[in-house]
């Protein structure tokens, strides 16, 4: 029955070329930052392409010879898809190669593995990237949906071949392959729903939160010939209607409601014109067969490949303008042009690769032989790919750390000794000479090739360091210790991870003393007893809440002499209150003041001590050609609001009894309005916001001073 399953005809549908330059145009202006708010969402529309297409081809092919041949399946995917994305990625190493630092170099060849072995999604949903606000994306980011579609295509010809086992007749299996397809749907929809709302960034590259667009489209596949005999009235408004669909959602669906329900329109749509409107004369059938729509359509897997490796790389080294926009539109269009001709139209050609002699003799298995090698083949190729998931997103913290990639090949220098610690007035030249550099000092550019995470402070080490995640915090959480156990005096560091990077300097300025340091950290949860929700979690303020009460409980355990409190100024914006500004500041300062107050204690002193203001990424502002001055910041609005609400509070509680500082750093880090990327030979910032370990380090000197000033360190 098999032999007269009917499938959509052995055609080629200039309207399905059309929505795919739709889609890829909307893509690449989104990105290009063009004011398509809901661009992203062409990636959906080429989902429900891809599983329409893949699923007539695999019936097209049961249909003309009675069976589904996996290998054959896997050579033409392959065919398709890896001799461009090879060239581009290729071409994206070369040129991060050349014009980045190793860091950043390695980090893009990671994600170049995990493209290579089809869990780029995972391995995004791993590192905790954010699609749509991450400040240093990698060039390979976009791969995220290949890895999607491909995933899903491993699976899904063992279904097709699996439905012809067990239905046998046309009817049934058409009827097994669509209830796979509807189920799909459903589940996948339900996980998405859900998935957008509690982690909005991990459910954006989730394969199962968009696995109900490609089955949306199998599904459309299956139901084309029953839908082919409908009114030529009805056919014509559905279509009309999905083109509508198609050019308006991209322009009004905000991208941050992707997958889920944001996605939904434009796959409709998609949808729509499959079903109803693929050789069609009327006008939206004919508007998609629009030539030079057409002409995008026809490259837009290449026009997909190269638009983001070249804003990324070009925006690494000139600000996003304009002409800059055109020249990159114009850039992605030749190159893809060039890819199209040379590589994908070529390569796409069946060829015989097996000389007569091989193939009789791969030819004596018997059919029945050929079916389970290749079904067993497919489902370890599953399993394969499943566990390169699973090791993205539950393995070691290592697999996806560009410094163990780099150490390992032993491409990273050993850390340079420690500098001699600055006086307060040696500091402020630094950093003056800093504000007016304009090329990187030897020893900076240096150090820029090492900055990886590891050249952050030991304590902010997730697996051997006392930072903790809060949602994940265990109940006897990790701390980080200094100096002699049996010290007669005892300091006790707690905050966010910004407390954590400023343990070095305490360190350094308390041990000599003969003090005990100890210390513990959650990330993104200030000491400060406010609620605020810096991941979009909407649990976060309860864990981060528990989390602060842990901190607060080792201080009162270890009966410390001495509290230091830091976090970082990047929570103030996440107010579940909302306030913003003057309120935000008061209600700041009032949690402030209500921290205090709970960590009190008779001969207690509690020192606020506030992190560098935030500013670029060294990552993200540092290329072999650039100079200092791309990295200087400013302090942000927020850093000013922290700061007056902390020393407030401070001067207050003092008012009452309490024993509480404010130690003002934006001198440190700044000189006036200017805040360099280094100072001396320290690289100041090991990220946008955190201490690398050298500068805190350098740092312990005139924190002693400081501390010295407030007469709260006891010298025994």
Same mark, same amino acid.
């Given at each position: 029955?098999?032999?007269?399953?009917?499938?959509?005809?052995?055609?080629?549908? $200039?309207?399905?070329?059309?929505?795919?330059? #739709?889609?890829?145009?909307?893509?690449?202006?989104?990105?290009?930052?063009?004011?398509?708010?809901?661009?992203?969402?062409?990636?959906?529309?080429?989902?429900?392409?891809?599983?329409?297409?893949?699923?007539?081809?695999?019936?097209?092919?049961?249909?003309?010879?009675?069976?589904?041949?996996?290998?054959?399946?896997?050579?033409?995917?392959?065919?398709? +898809?890896?001799?461009?994305?090879?060239?581009?990625?290729?071409?994206?190493?070369?040129?991060?190669?050349?014009?980045?630092?190793?860091?950043?170099?390695?980090?893009?060849?990671?994600?170049?593995?995990?493209?290579?072995?089809?869990?780029?999604?995972?391995? %995004?949903?791993?590192?905790?990237?954010?699609? #749509?606000?991450?400040?240093?994306?990698?060039?390979?980011?976009?791969?995220?949906?290949?890895?999607?579609?491909?995933?899903?295509?491993?699976?899904?010809?063992?279904?097709?071949? #699996?439905?012809? =086992?067990?239905?046998?007749?046309?009817?049934?299996?058409?009827?097994? =392959?669509?209830?796979?397809?509807?189920? /799909?749907?459903?589940?996948?929809?339900?996980?998405?729903?859900?998935?957008?709302?509690?982690?909005?960034?991990?459910?954006?590259?989730?394969?199962?939160?968009?696995?109900?667009?490609?089955?949306?489209?199998?599904?459309?596949?299956?139901?084309?010939?029953?839908?082919?005999?409908?009114?030529?009235?009805?056919?014509?408004?559905?279509?009309?209607?999905?083109?509508?669909?198609? =050019?308006?959602?991209?322009? =009004?669906?905000?991208?941050?409601?992707?997958?889920?329900?944001?996605?939904?329109?434009?796959?409709?749509?998609?949808?729509?014109?499959?079903?109803?409107? +693929?050789?069609?004369?009327?006008?939206?059938?004919?508007?998609?067969?629009? &030539?030079?729509?057409?002409?995008?359509?026809?490259?837009?897997?290449?026009?997909?490949?190269?638009?983001?490796?070249?804003?990324?790389?070009?925006?690494?080294?000139?600000?996003?303008?304009?002409?800059?926009?055109?020249?990159?539109?114009?850039?992605? %269009?030749? @190159?893809?042009?060039?890819?199209?001709?040379?590589?994908?139209?070529?390569?796409?050609?069946?060829?015989?690769?097996?000389?007569?002699?091989?193939?009789?003799?791969?030819?004596?298995?018997?059919?029945?032989?050929? $079916?389970?090698? $290749?079904?067993?083949?497919?489902?370890?190729?599953?399993?394969?790919?499943?566990?390169?998931?699973?090791?993205?997103?539950?393995?070691?913290?290592?697999?996806?750390?560009?410094?163990?990639?780099?150490?390992?090949?032993?491409?990273?220098?050993?850390?340079?000794?420690?500098?001699?610690?600055?006086?307060?007035?040696?500091?402020?030249?630094?950093?003056?000479?800093?504000?007016?550099?304009?090329?990187?000092?030897?020893?900076?550019?240096?150090?820029?090739?090492?900055?990886?995470?590891?050249?952050?402070?030991?304590?902010?080490?997730?697996?051997?360091?006392?930072?903790?995640?809060?949602?994940?915090?265990?109940?006897?959480?990790? /701390?980080?210790?200094?100096?002699?156990?049996?010290?007669?005096?005892?300091?006790?560091?707690?905050?966010?991870?910004?407390?954590?990077?400023?343990?070095?300097?305490?360190?350094?300025?308390?041990?000599?003393?003969?003090?005990?340091?100890?210390?513990?950290?959650?990330?993104?949860?200030?000491?400060?007893?406010?609620?605020?929700?810096?991941?979009?979690?909407?649990?976060?303020?309860?864990?981060?809440?528990?989390?602060?009460?842990?901190?607060?409980?080792?201080?009162?355990?270890?009966?410390?002499? %001495?509290?230091?409190?830091?976090?970082?100024?990047? +929570?103030?914006?996440?107010?579940?209150?909302?306030?913003?500004?003057?309120?935000?500041?008061?209600?700041?300062?009032?949690?402030?003041?209500?921290? #205090?107050?709970?960590?009190?204690?008779?001969?207690?002193?509690?020192?606020?001590?506030?992190?560098?203001?935030?500013?670029?990424?060294?990552?993200?502002?540092?290329?072999? %050609?650039?100079?200092?001055?791309?990295?200087?910041?400013?302090?942000?609005?927020?850093?000013?609001?922290?700061?007056?609400?902390?020393?407030?509070?401070?001067?207050?509680?003092?008012?009452?009894?309490?024993?509480?500082?404010?130690?003002?750093?934006?001198?440190?880090?700044?000189?006036?309005?200017?805040?360099?990327?280094? &100072?001396?030979?320290?690289?100041?910032?090991?990220?946008?916001?955190?201490?690398?370990?050298?500068?805190?380090?350098? @740092?312990?000197?005139?924190?002693?001073?400081?501390?010295?000033?407030?007469?709260?360190?006891?010298?025994?």
């Amino acid at each position: 029955m098999t032999s007269r399953l009917t499938v959509p005809p052995h055609k080629h549908h $200039a309207e399905i070329d059309g929505i795919r330059g #739709l889609a890829v145009s909307f893509v690449v202006l989104f990105h290009l930052g063009a004011g398509v708010r809901g661009g992203a969402v062409g990636v959906d529309v080429f989902f429900t392409i891809s599983g329409f297409v893949i699923t007539a081809a695999l019936l097209r092919e049961l249909a003309s010879t009675g069976r589904v041949s996996l290998p054959g399946f896997a050579a033409r995917r392959i065919r398709r +898809l890896l001799p461009a994305a090879a060239v581009v990625t290729a071409a994206t190493l070369v040129a991060t190669g050349t014009l980045w630092f190793q860091p950043r170099f390695f980090q893009t060849i990671l994600d170049a593995f995990a493209a290579a072995t089809l869990v780029e999604n995972w391995h %995004l949903i791993g590192a905790g990237a954010s699609y #749509l606000h991450d400040p240093t994306p990698s060039p390979l980011q976009h791969l995220w949906s290949l890895a999607v579609e491909e995933q899903f295509y491993l699976a899904w010809p063992l279904v097709v071949v #699996l439905a012809v =086992v067990v239905g046998r007749s046309r009817r049934r299996i058409l009827l097994l =392959v669509a209830g796979v397809a509807i189920l /799909t749907t459903a589940v996948s929809i339900v996980v998405a729903a859900s998935l957008t709302v509690s982690s909005p960034n991990a459910s954006y590259f989730n394969t199962t939160t968009r696995l109900w667009e490609i089955a949306l489209g199998c599904l459309c596949c299956v139901a084309l010939n029953r839908l082919r005999h409908l009114p030529a009235t009805i056919r014509t408004w559905a279509s009309s209607a999905g083109v509508a669909l198609l =050019v308006v959602m991209p322009l =009004v669906v905000p991208s941050d409601s992707l997958p889920w329900p944001g996605a939904a329109p434009a796959v409709v749509g998609t949808a729509l014109v499959l079903l109803c409107g +693929l050789g069609g004369s009327a006008l939206p059938s004919r508007a998609l067969r629009f &030539a030079p729509l057409r002409w995008l359509g026809l490259r837009s897997y290449s026009l997909y490949l190269w638009h983001f490796p070249l804003i990324v790389v070009a925006t690494s080294v000139i600000d996003m303008t304009p002409a800059l926009a055109l020249a990159i539109a114009a850039a992605t %269009l030749f @190159l893809s042009a060039l890819t199209y001709r040379y590589i994908e139209v070529p390569f796409q050609r069946p060829r015989r690769v097996l000389s007569p002699d091989r193939t009789r003799t791969r030819t004596r298995l018997s059919p029945r032989a050929t $079916a389970i090698a $290749a079904v067993a083949a497919s489902t370890s190729a599953v399993l394969i790919v499943g566990c390169f998931a699973v090791a993205q997103v539950r393995g070691p913290g290592k697999l996806g750390d560009p410094a163990f990639a780099a150490s390992t090949l032993g491409l990273i220098d050993p850390a340079p000794p420690p500098s001699t610690p600055p006086t307060l007035d040696e500091l402020r030249r630094q950093l003056s000479k800093a504000s007016a550099a304009r090329s990187w000092p030897a020893e900076i550019r240096s150090q820029l090739d090492s900055a990886f995470t590891s050249r952050l402070p030991p304590a902010m080490d997730n697996d051997s360091g006392c930072r903790h995640n809060p949602v994940e915090s265990t109940q006897i959480p990790r /701390t980080c210790s200094w100096g002699d156990p049996k010290a007669s005096r005892r300091a006790v560091v707690i905050g966010d991870s910004s407390a954590a990077a400023w343990t070095p300097a305490v360190a350094g300025a308390l041990v000599p003393l003969g003090w005990r340091v100890d210390a513990l950290s959650f990330s993104g949860c200030s000491f400060v007893s406010v609620s605020a929700t810096p991941t979009g979690q909407p649990w976060f303020a309860e864990a981060c809440g528990a989390s602060r009460d842990t901190m607060f409980r080792l201080a009162r355990q270890l009966s410390a002499d %001495l509290v230091l409190l830091s976090d970082s100024t990047n +929570l103030l914006p996440f107010l579940e209150s909302g306030a913003q500004r003057d309120a935000a500041e008061r209600e700041w300062r009032d949690g402030t003041t209500e921290t #205090l107050r709970a960590l009190d204690a008779p001969d207690r002193a509690l020192v606020l001590l506030p992190a560098p203001p935030k500013g670029p990424s060294p990552a993200i502002c540092t290329t072999r %050609l650039s100079a200092p001055s791309a990295c200087l910041a400013s302090p942000p609005s927020n850093y000013h609001l922290k700061r007056d609400a902390e020393s407030k509070a401070a001067a207050a509680a003092r008012k009452t009894g309490v024993d509480a500082h404010y130690i003002d750093t934006l001198p440190w880090f700044c000189t006036g309005t200017r805040c360099p990327l280094f &100072a001396g030979t320290n690289l100041i910032r090991g990220d946008a916001s955190h201490l690398s370990e050298r500068m805190s380090r350098a @740092l312990s000197d005139i924190l002693r001073e400081a501390l010295d000033r407030l007469d709260v360190v006891p010298r025994r």
